[in-house]
C-alpha cells in the first residue's frame, strides 16, 4: 500500500500515527462528543458512558498534546474544551466509522457470540478428553 507520504507500513508513516490517536478506546467518542460543541469535563462525563473522569483527563490531555483539542478557561472553575481546526478534520472519517458500526455491529456481536460459543464447546471437549 502506498499513500503520498510513502508506505502506510514506515515506522514513521503519518498512517500509523492517525490509526494510534484513532485506536485509543476513548478519543474517537471524545472527539465526536466535541463535534457539535465545546463541552465542559462534566459534560462529557455525562455524554459518553463508561468513562472515568480520570481516563477523560488523560484523554483529553493527550488529544490536546496532538492539537485536535483546545482546552479554553474562561474563568477559574469554567473550562470548556472545543475541537481545533485540525481536530475537526476528524469528524466525517469519525462519522463514517459510526455509520459502519451501526450498520455492521450486529453482525460483529453475532460472530463474537458464535465464536465464544464454539470456544466453550470445545474446552467442554477437551475436559471430557483429559477426564478419560
Known sequence: MQNMAGSVFLADCPTRLAVEILA???AALVLFALSQEPRRHGELIDLIGGISRKV???TLRRLQEYGLVE???EAPRRV???LTDLGRT???PIEVLTDWARTHGGAIADFQEAAQTATSAQARVDAGDAAS
Do not use: F, H, I, M
Request: aromatic share 14%; proline share 0%.
Open 80 to 82: 470548556e474544551y472545543s
Open 56 to 58: 477523560l483527563t488523560q
Open 71 to 73: 482546552r479554553c478557561a
Open 24 to 26: 485509543d478506546k476513548w
Open 90 to 92: 476528524l469528524v466525517e
